[in-house]
């Protein structure tokens, strides 16, 4: 099975800022690695799939990308509407989800 | 516009079943799997399963095998999810997700607005 390992758990971040998540995965993939922002009492919403491919509607300031057994959601600009937790999600065994990162504002 | 919209809020006692729905709009029902995630309180999301609208196909997440039945009515666009034998640790709020799959890419694009299952003597 593949696990997804997300890191960090947490962090804070001033507007404006570019925020980076990183995602590893415990085995080689391709780029079956979405990614989905939760806010606090909200459904996820899907953000990025296969890696890099923002899903139709989400702001540009989102990104993703990999390099080897590591992918990366940035936000290149931390707006007060980020405040979320972000998840990684493998389309190839289970568990899917990563835990979780916890992003919130200073 | 695609929807997925759910039942509403449910309060068990430990052992008794849950029945969740999950009614789809905007789009061709039997054309996606519908996945259903939970997330107990102030934990990650934990996938459950999924259903091929198309066909009845299941597949369970090993730990619910036997206490989880997911079935879908074609006819009204709507998936369901049964659990069994509820116990404390099943009080979280259950999500249905469509199941998007493409040459390349697998994902949830779209989800339910949630439905909190509460168990509680």
New interface residues.
Partial sequence: DIQLTQSPSSLSASVGDRVTITCRASQPM???L?W?Q?RPGK????LI??AS?L?SGVPSRFSGSRSGADFTLTISSLQPEDVA?Y?C?Q?YT???????TKLDIK | QVQLVQSGAEVKKPGASVKVSCKASGYAFIRYGISW?RQAPGQ????MGWIGANNGNTKY??RFQGRVTMTSDTSTGTAYMDLRSLRSDDTAVY?C?RD?IAV??????Y????TLVTVSS
């Fill in positions: 391709t780029n079956y979405n989905y939760q459904a996820p919403r899907l799939f296969a491919t899903q937790t998840y999600q389309g289970i568990p899917p989800f990563g835990q979780g | 995630v990650g999301l934990e996938w997440e090993q999500y997700a998007h390349g890419a697998t994902f949830f694009d989800w339910g607005q949630g």
